[in-house]
């Protein structure tokens, strides 16, 4: 961003967010730089006006980039673009129009086109300058683009369909494929996700979800020695919604807190109906737990007072990533729930971020070793001394291991050779209902395990 005096700034800024444009006197002419993106969207308005009378197209674009410099706090939203940025977007195309945010992001489009195709090659040629070194106050910087357009035609017809089309389409770019056209299937994926979350709030309002259990076994006796309990969906037509796509649709849709919870309220039900009839002595009832449910105000208090509710249950939390954010508070938390008596685990041990600098300050009695790992642990070497690297280092830090994602009895032979005690899988039992579950333990109590 360029540097005005403040008063003019702050001026600008007034008239910005009561949805106004600039006047000539604070900013100059913003039919050559916008400053907003009201002013963007109003030059985006005429230039479709004028494509559609030369029987002409034109490009929107989202630039995703690393942040450079001094963030602002002023200015948390979109401004005028800096002008070493502007300057290298119009090397791919001089009629460039656009805005950007400290934070990284570059909202803009590129008038006149002729022909469908000179979209994709001026995204080929926004990529291509984009990441050579922008120079900023004197400093080389490589700001790492992620780049998406969408083209005017029937499928985004107006200002909005485009800027929205172009940031569905940068939601799909990769370090590998820094740029992206737009595709209408993206806007069928953005419906469906929406649709799922939607059908996802009203089965959590209606608590038509219902609760799978998996045993863990102990991989040498072939004992039940713990109890996974998972939230499980399926539509009214039958379909059963994924576990990957259940979490994702919930992570959006902001309902794993009341997910978390209701599956923690139907396992205890049944756990504790187990234990009460004799069926298990004592159990160890394990539950998925997001960071941010942690977060919850009341998390600790609610998951406190199950710990405290019968000595023969003990609750286990199995965090399903580690966090980044907030880190010290979560792990503070449940460290606390470790003192008053629940099993903290660690899931996709092995597999995600962990910060080894800080062991000693690790809330976790467990370590969940990611499926991932076991699946090619007989047919692959590497993948075998990797699983007892994991193993070890789980035990250096004093955590029971489980291996999660057993599928086959040599996977679970091999697993005991290399000193894992525990393990789960379909080898042993798939997820199964309350019913089933209770069924399965009268057999492993009358000496029938199938395990």
Same mark, same amino acid.
């Given at each position: 961003?360029?540097?005005?005096?403040?008063? *003019?700034?702050?001026?600008?800024?007034?008239?910005?967010?009561?949805?106004?444009?600039?006047?000539?006197?604070?900013?100059?002419?913003?039919?050559?730089?916008?400053?907003?993106?009201?002013?963007?969207?109003?030059?985006?308005?005429?230039?479709?006006?004028?494509?559609?009378? @030369?029987?002409?197209?034109?490009?929107?674009?989202?630039?995703?980039?690393?942040?450079?410099?001094?963030?602002?706090?002023?200015?948390?939203?979109?401004? @005028?673009?800096?002008?070493?940025?502007?300057?290298?977007?119009?090397?791919?195309?001089?009629?460039?129009?656009?805005?950007?945010?400290?934070?990284?992001?570059?909202?803009?489009?590129?008038? !006149?086109?002729? !022909? #469908?195709?000179?979209?994709?090659?001026?995204?080929?040629?926004?990529?291509?300058?984009?990441?050579?070194?922008?120079?900023?106050?004197?400093?080389?910087?490589?700001?790492?683009?992620?780049?998406? /357009?969408?083209?005017?035609?029937?499928?985004?017809?107006?200002?909005?369909? *485009?800027?929205?089309?172009?940031?569905?389409?940068?939601?799909?770019?990769?370090?590998?494929?820094?740029?992206?056209?737009? #595709?209408?299937?993206?806007?069928?994926? #953005?419906?469906?996700?929406?649709?799922?979350?939607?059908?996802?709030?009203?089965?959590?309002? @209606?608590?038509?979800?219902?609760?799978?259990?998996?045993?863990?076994?102990?991989?040498?006796?072939?004992?039940?020695?713990?109890?996974?309990?998972?939230?499980?969906?399926?539509?009214?037509?039958?379909?059963?919604?994924?576990?990957?796509?259940?979490?994702?649709?919930?992570?959006?849709?902001?309902?794993?807190?009341?997910?978390? !919870?209701?599956?923690?309220?139907?396992?205890?039900?049944?756990?504790?109906?187990?234990?009460?009839?004799?069926?298990?002595?004592?159990?160890?009832?394990?539950?998925?737990?997001?960071?941010?449910?942690?977060?919850?105000?009341?998390?600790?208090?609610?998951?406190?007072?199950?710990?405290?509710?019968?000595?023969?249950?003990?609750?286990?939390?199995?965090?399903?990533?580690?966090?980044?954010?907030?880190?010290?508070?979560?792990?503070?938390?449940?460290?606390?729930?470790?003192?008053?008596?629940?099993?903290?685990?660690?899931?996709?041990?092995?597999?995600?971020?962990?910060?080894?600098?800080?062991?000693?300050?690790?809330?976790?009695?467990?370590?969940?070793?990611?499926?991932?790992?076991?699946? #090619?642990?007989?047919?692959?070497?590497?993948?075998?001394?990797?699983?007892?690297?994991?193993?070890?280092?789980?035990?250096?830090?004093?955590?029971?291991?489980?291996?999660?994602?057993?599928?086959?009895?040599?996977?679970?032979?091999?697993?005991?050779?290399?000193? /894992?005690?525990?393990?789960?899988?379909?080898?042993?039992?798939?997820?199964?209902?309350?019913?089933?579950?209770?069924?399965?333990?009268?057999?492993?109590?009358?000496?029938?395990?199938?395990?």
């Amino acid at each position: 961003m360029t540097q005005r005096p403040n008063k *003019l700034r702050n001026a600008a800024k007034q008239r910005l967010l009561a949805g106004l444009p600039a006047e000539q006197s604070e900013l100059g002419s913003w039919q050559e730089r916008p400053y907003s993106l009201q002013q963007l969207s109003a030059l985006l308005d005429a230039e479709i006006d004028r494509a559609r009378a @030369e029987n002409g197209s034109l490009v929107v674009f989202r630039i995703r980039h690393r942040p450079f410099g001094i963030v602002d706090d002023e200015f948390t939203t979109f401004t @005028e673009l800096r002008p070493e940025l502007l300057a290298a977007l119009r090397r791919a195309h001089s009629g460039i129009m656009a805005i950007g945010s400290p934070q990284g992001e570059i909202v803009g489009f590129a008038p !006149r086109l002729r !022909r #469908q195709t000179d979209g994709a090659e001026l995204l080929v040629e926004l990529v291509r300058v984009l990441s050579e070194p922008v120079e900023i106050d004197g400093l080389s910087n490589l700001i790492a683009p992620r780049i998406g /357009c969408a083209m005017l035609d029937h499928d985004n017809p107006t200002s909005e369909a *485009l800027f929205s089309a172009a940031k569905l389409a940068v939601q799909n770019t990769t370090a590998s494929h820094p740029g992206t056209m737009f #595709q209408v299937s993206q806007r069928h994926r #953005q419906l469906h996700q929406t649709v799922m979350a939607e059908t996802l709030h009203q089965a959590v309002v @209606e608590r038509s979800l219902s609760t799978r259990y998996q045993p863990d076994i102990d991989l040498s006796t072939g004992a039940i020695v713990a109890i996974k309990a998972y939230a499980h969906w399926s539509t009214e037509d039958g379909r059963v919604i994924s576990n990957q796509e259940l979490f994702q649709t919930a992570r959006k849709a902001n309902l794993l807190v009341p997910i978390g !919870r209701q599956v923690i309220e139907e396992a205890l039900r049944s756990t504790y109906s187990w234990i009460t009839t004799g069926l298990v002595g004592r159990a160890t009832l394990w539950v998925n737990v997001d960071p941010n449910e942690v977060l919850a105000p009341d998390f600790e208090a609610a998951m406190t007072k199950v710990i405290r509710f019968d000595e023969r249950l003990r609750l286990g939390l199995e965090l399903t990533e580690n966090p980044v954010d907030d880190q010290a508070y979560i792990y503070e938390v449940l460290r606390r729930l470790r003192s008053a008596g629940a099993a903290i685990a660690l899931g996709g041990f092995g597999t995600g971020y962990l910060n080894l600098a800080g062991a000693s300050e690790f809330p976790f009695t467990a370590a969940k070793i990611d499926r991932t790992l076991t699946r #090619q642990i007989v047919s692959s070497t590497a993948s075998a001394k990797l699983v007892r690297a994991v193993a070890d280092l789980a035990e250096l830090f004093g955590l029971e291991v489980t291996a999660h994602g057993i599928e086959t009895v040599e996977q679970a032979q091999r697993l005991r050779e290399i000193g /894992c005690a525990i393990g789960q899988g379909f080898h042993y039992a798939r997820p199964m209902t309350a019913d089933d579950m209770r069924e399965t333990l009268i057999q492993v109590r009358m000496g029938r395990t199938p395990f």
